[in-house]
């Protein structure tokens, strides 16, 4: 079937051709010039009779035949070539996208992974501020690599706590709210606030020890 289908292609480019330089070329031709000179006429009767014009007529119909198929090859392998540089395009523009993907990939392997939430914390021990006599303020300075918003972290301490107060480094603003007991020495603190990398919390402890370490963890 599929030689079938060629041999049909082929024969029909070739029609289309062969109706143009036959019929139309040859025969229509020599019809007109017959009818409308008499000197062709009187010409073609002289010199070409009728079985020469038939033998005429046949070679160049066999030319005609070798035109057509030759003018027919010709817009095939016009096609052809338009679709092998369409092909080959799309082949080029299948390539870039491949790689570009295949950069995407490499990327998403290449970028960094987003480190664990860590909480630094620091004493900076008792702090020389008026309190009440038998009272010790302790200061811790905490520091986070993630933004955490709102903070919630669980304060442990080696020794009784009486009042727990907060505020930003570099600022005066202390908070006195977020802070709720669990025992003695534990306190869970909630604070409605966005807490920044570079940005250090400090939490200020009120205890009547002089020495005291406290730890921080998240929640």
């Not at 292609?9 to 029609?15: E, I, R």
């Not at 009440?132 to 442990?156: C, W, Y």
């Not at 005291?212 to 963890?217: H, L, Q, S, T």
Request: glycine residues 6%; neutral net charge.
């Amino acid at each position: 079937m599929e030689y079938l289908s060629g041999l049909y292609s082929y024969l029909w480019a070739c029609a289309h051709y062969w109706w143009f330089l036959i019929p139309n070329g040859i025969l229509t031709l020599d019809t007109v010039f017959d009818a409308l000179s008499s000197r062709y006429r009187t010409w073609s009767e002289q010199f070409l009779d009728q079985g020469t014009k038939r033998r005429l007529i046949a070679r160049l119909g066999l030319l005609a035949v070798f035109l057509a198929g030759f003018l027919a090859w010709m817009d095939e392998n016009k096609k052809a070539t338009q679709e092998s540089n369409r092909a080959n395009q799309l082949q080029g523009q299948l390539s870039e996208q491949g790689k570009t993907v295949q950069d995407l990939q490499a990327k998403m392997k290449e970028a960094p992974k987003q480190e664990p939430l860590k909480i630094g914390f620091y004493s900076l021990g008792p702090v020389a501020i008026r309190q009440k006599e038998g009272v010790v303020s302790h200061e811790f300075i905490l520091d986070t690599n993630q933004t955490i918003n709102p903070v919630r972290l669980s304060m442990n301490c080696d020794g009784d706590i009486m009042e727990v107060t907060s505020r930003m480094l570099g600022t005066n603003a202390i908070s006195w709210g977020g802070f709720e007991r669990v025992n003695p020495r534990q306190y869970e603190i909630d604070l409605n606030i966005a807490w920044f990398p570079n940005a250090p919390l400090v939490v200020r402890v009120h205890t009547n020890q002089k020495e005291m370490k406290c730890a921080f963890v998240t929640r």
